[in-house]
C-alpha cells in the first residue's frame, strides 16, 4: 500500500509516517525543506524516540520524499496512492491543494479505486477545508466524479512533537502518548484501517474535545509562560500562579464539554489531569513559541479560544479564564513570529478593541469583548510591576 503524506516535519515524521509505516504503507513525504527532502531520498528510513525514561527507538522503514515544488511528480505520486494524509499547517492547506487536484485529475481519468484524504491538523473540518481547496482546482465534472471516489474524511490527531534540535535533522523526538480519530461516516467502503486509528461515527465532540483542552490548555501555559519570561512549557508549567490558572481554563472548556456533549464529568476530570501531566513531561522541552505559534490563527473565531469562549457563553456561562487567555494572546509579541507581528501592528493602528474585534469577530458591545480588554489592562499592569 502506498501513502504520500504533505509535511514531513515533527508530527510528520514523528506520528503520522510512524502509524502508516507501521501499519504496511510505503509512505512518500511531500516537503518544501530541502534538507528534509535530499536526506529522506538519500537513506529512505529515519528514527523516532519516545520522551520517557526508557527512551525507546523505532525505526521507520521504506520511506522517499519528493519535494512539494515539483507539481507533476506531486501529482503522479498522488494518482498512484492509496491514501493521502496532510500536516503542514492548516493555513498551507491551500498551496498543497493543487498537487492534490492534478493527482486526482490523472488518477479518475485512468482508475476508478478509491482514494482517502485525511488533513491530520489542529483544526476544526480540516479534511474538509483541503477539500474546497482542492475543488477549486478542478472541473465541474471532475468534482462529480471525484464525489464518488475520493473521500476526505476529518480526523483529530493528538501527539506532543516539539521542535526538534538533533544532529540528525531527521531523528524525532515524540512523548508516548498519541490519538488519532477519523470520522468512519465520511468514508468509502472497503478501506484498509490504520492501526492505531480510532475510528468514529461524529468527529464533532472528539475534535472539539482536543482542541479545546490539549490545545486550549497548552496555548494558555505558552502565552502566560512568554509573558513572565519562560522559555518553555515545562518552566511555565513549574510555576504555580500558571498551572492554577491552566488548570482553571481547562475547568471552564471541561464544564462546557460536559454539558455540551453529556460526557462523564469524572473521566473529563481525569482527562484534564492526563493532559497537565503530559504539558510537564520533564522528557521533553517544548518552546512556548512553538506552542504559541501562529496567535491570529489561535485567536480566530473557530479555534481553541474563541470558539469555546462563545459556546460557553451561550450556555449561560462567563467564559472569565478563556478571555485571560486570549488577552495574553493580544500580548504574544514575539518578533520572529509573522503573525504575532502581524498582530501587534494591527493592534498600535486600530487601537486594541478594534482589533480584538477584527481578529475573534466578537462585536464590541458583547460582554466577552469587555472582559478580555479588562485582562489585557490587568496581564499589561502584572507585567510592569
Ligand atoms: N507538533 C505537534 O505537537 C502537533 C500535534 C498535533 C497536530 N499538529 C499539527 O500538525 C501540523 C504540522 O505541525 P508540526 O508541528 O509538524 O509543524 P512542522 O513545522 O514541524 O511541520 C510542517 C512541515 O510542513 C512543511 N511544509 C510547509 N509548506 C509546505 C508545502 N507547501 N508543501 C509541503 N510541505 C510543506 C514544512 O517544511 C514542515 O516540514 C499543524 O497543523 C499542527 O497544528 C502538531
Ligand atoms: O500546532 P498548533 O500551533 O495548532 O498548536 C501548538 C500545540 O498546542 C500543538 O502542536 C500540540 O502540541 C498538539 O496539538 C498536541 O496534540
Same mark, same amino acid.
Given at each position: 500500500m502506498r501513502a504520500v503524506h504533505f509535511g514531513a516535519g515533527n508530527?510528520?515524521?514523528?506520528?503520522? =509516517?510512524?502509524?502508516?509505516?507501521?501499519? =504496511?504503507y510505503e509512505v512518500c513525504f511531500v516537503d518544501v525543506n530541502d534538507t528534509l527532502v535530499s536526506l529522506l531520498q538519500q537513506r529512505g528510513e529515519y528514527t523516532v524516540a519516545l520522551a520517557n525514561e526508557a527512551q525507546e527507538a523505532a525505526v521507520v522503514r521504506g520511506v522517499t520524499a519528493i519535494n512539494g515544488k515539483d507539481l507533476e511528480r506531486v501529482a503522479e505520486a498522488v494518482a498512484n496512492a492509496d491514501l493521502v494524509t496532510t500536516a503542514v499547517g492548516v493555513s498551507i492547506l491551500k498551496h498543497i491543494a493543487e498537487g492534490i487536484a492534478k493527482g486526482i485529475e490523472q488518477r479518475l481519468s485512468r482508475s476508478n479505486a478509491p482514494l482517502h484524504i485525511i488533513?491530520?491538523?489542529?483544526? %476544526?473540518?480540516?479534511?474538509?477545508?483541503?477539500?474546497?481547496?482542492?475543488?477549486?482546482?478542478?472541473? @465541474?465534472?471532475?468534482?462529480?466524479?471525484?464525489?464518488?471516489?475520493?473521500? #476526505?474524511? +476529518?480526523?483529530?490527531?493528538?501527539?506532543?512533537?516539539?521542535? &526538534?534540535?538533533?544532529?540528525?535533522?531527521?531523528?524525532?523526538?515524540?512523548?508516548? #502518548?498519541?490519538?488519532?480519530?477519523?470520522?468512519?461516516? @465520511?468514508?468509502?467502503?472497503? #478501506?484498509?484501517?490504520?492501526? /492505531?486509528? $480510532?475510528?468514529? +461515527?461524529?468527529?464533532?465532540?472528539?475534535?472539539?474535545?482536543?482542541?479545546?483542552?490539549?490545545?486550549? =490548555? $497548552?496555548?494558555?501555559?505558552?502565552?502566560? @509562560?512568554?509573558?513572565? @519570561?519562560?522559555?518553555? %512549557?515545562?518552566?511555565?508549567?513549574?510555576?504555580? =500562579?500558571?498551572?492554577? &490558572?491552566?488548570?482553571?481554563?481547562?475547568?471552564?472548556? /471541561?464544564?462546557?464539554?460536559?454539558?455540551?456533549?453529556?460526557? +462523564?464529568?469524572?473521566?473529563?476530570?481525569?482527562? %484534564?489531569?492526563? %493532559?497537565?501531566?503530559?504539558f510537564r513531561n520533564p522528557y521533553l522541552t517544548d518552546e512556548v513559541i512553538r506552542v504559541g505559534r501562529s496567535p491570529i490563527r489561535k485567536l480566530s473565531p473557530n479555534d481553541r479560544l474563541v470558539r469555546p469562549a462563545l459556546q460557553a457563553f451561550e450556555l449561560g456561562m462567563t467564559p472569565n479564564h478563556l478571555a485571560r487567555a486570549m488577552a495574553a494572546a493580544l500580548l504574544f509579541d514575539h518578533t520572529e513570529d509573522p503573525e504575532a507581528v502581524e498582530l501587534q501592528s494591527t493592534i498600535q493602528a486600530m487601537g486594541l478593541g478594534r482589533a480584538v474585534t477584527h481578529y475573534t469577530g466578537i462585536p464590541e458591545n458583547h460582554p466577552v469583548h469587555g472582559l478580555i480588554l479588562e485582562h489585557v489592562h490587568q496581564l499589561k499592569q502584572q507585567v510592569h510591576s
Open positions: 508530527i510528520g515524521r514523528g506520528f503520522i =509516517g510512524l502509524l502508516l509505516s507501521r501499519s =504496511g488533513a491530520c491538523e489542529n483544526a %476544526i473540518g480540516g479534511s474538509t477545508q483541503l477539500k474546497e481547496h482542492v475543488y477549486s482546482h478542478l472541473s @465541474g465534472e471532475m468534482r462529480s466524479k471525484a464525489d464518488q471516489y475520493t473521500a #476526505f474524511p +476529518d480526523a483529530a490527531v493528538d501527539r506532543i512533537v516539539p521542535i &526538534q534540535h538533533h544532529e540528525d535533522p531527521l531523528h524525532v523526538t515524540v512523548e508516548p #502518548f498519541y490519538e488519532w480519530v477519523v470520522d468512519r461516516s @465520511g468514508m468509502i467502503e472497503g #478501506f484498509t484501517e490504520i492501526q /492505531g486509528v $480510532h475510528y468514529v +461515527d461524529e468527529l464533532t465532540p472528539y475534535i472539539e474535545r482536543k482542541l479545546f483542552t490539549v490545545n486550549t =490548555g $497548552h496555548c494558555c501555559a505558552a502565552y502566560l @509562560g512568554y509573558l513572565q @519570561g519562560f522559555q518553555t %512549557i515545562q518552566e511555565a508549567m513549574a510555576d504555580q =500562579g500558571i498551572t492554577a &490558572q491552566v488548570r482553571q481554563v481547562l475547568e471552564e472548556t /471541561g464544564e462546557l464539554l460536559v454539558k455540551k456533549y453529556a460526557f +462523564d464529568s469524572q473521566e473529563h476530570k481525569n482527562y %484534564i489531569h492526563k %493532559i497537565l501531566d503530559r
